[in-house]
């Protein structure tokens, strides 16, 4: 079957770094996508990965191995505002989106 | 206004009611999609419209009825919902369902519906 597999929750402190794990197993493979939700809010598109290794987006970044069907997200000088839902999704051959649900990141002062 | 709009953001409904939720794209967007957001678990695709197109996940039960009139408003209607229906409903569009495989969903506030 296909899954996805990240953490419920994690805590950090303002100011650290935290990386966010994702394990996917899908039929086919067609990118790995980050997206972000604050509460009450649509989720936003953070970061696709379709190669393996690291992309840089300021103080987001993102990371693929393919071969071991992994992601993470880095976040980098965390801000009170990183406090918000990570959600992971892998696309299959079909473009098909499957989604984890999500780990909630606690920033603490 | 731009990006996806999504009405009501709150809903509260009793199971014999009929209601609708609205999303509007103002995207230029080709495909638009409805999903289910329960706490803590994934995001679940209910309907996609893409090209006049209807694809639908065939576990959604038949109180939810989708309407797509164009490429840019899609309509979800319900019908004599159960509690288990409460949950956050989320519009989104892309540009293409199956075009570039990096095609990223631009998502709607969402409708947090409950059923009493």
């Known amino acids: 079957g296909q899954n996805i597999d990240q953490p419920t929750e994690m805590t950090a402190t303002e100011g650290a770094i935290v990386q966010i794990n994702c394990t996917y197993q899908?039929?086919?493979?067609?990118?790995l996508f980050w997206y972000q939700q604050h509460a009450g809010e649509a989720p936003t598109f953070l970061s696709y990965?379709?190669l393996d290794g690291l992309e840089e987006k300021g103080r987001f970044s993102s990371f693929l191995s393919r071969s071991k069907g992994y992601s993470y997200l880095l976040l980098k000088e965390l801000q009170m505002k990183d406090s918000a839902s990570y959600l992971c999704a892998g696309m299959d051959s079909n473009y098909q989106l499957i989604w984890g649900a999500g780990t909630k990141l606690i920033i603490k002062p | 206004e731009t990006g996806v709009t999504q009405t009501p953001r709150h809903l509260v409904m009793g199971m014999t009611n009929k209601k609708s939720l609205k999303c509007e794209q103002h995207?230029?967007?080709?495909?638009m999609y409805w999903y289910k957001q329960s706490a803590k678990k994934p995001l679940e695709l209910m309907f996609v419209y893409s090209l006049e197109e209807r694809v639908e996940n065939n576990s959604v039960p038949s109180r939810f009825s989708p309407e797509c009139p164009n490429s840019s408003h899609s309509f979800l209607h319900l019908h004599t919902l159960q509690p288990e229906d409460s949950a956050l409903y989320l519009c989104a569009s892309s540009q293409a369902r199956t075009g570039p495989v990096d095609e990223k969903l631009f998502f709607g506030s969402g409708t947090q519906l409950s059923v009493l």
């Open positions: 899908t039929s086919g493979f067609n990118g």
């Open positions: 990965n379709v």
């Open positions: 995207l230029g967007h080709n495909a």
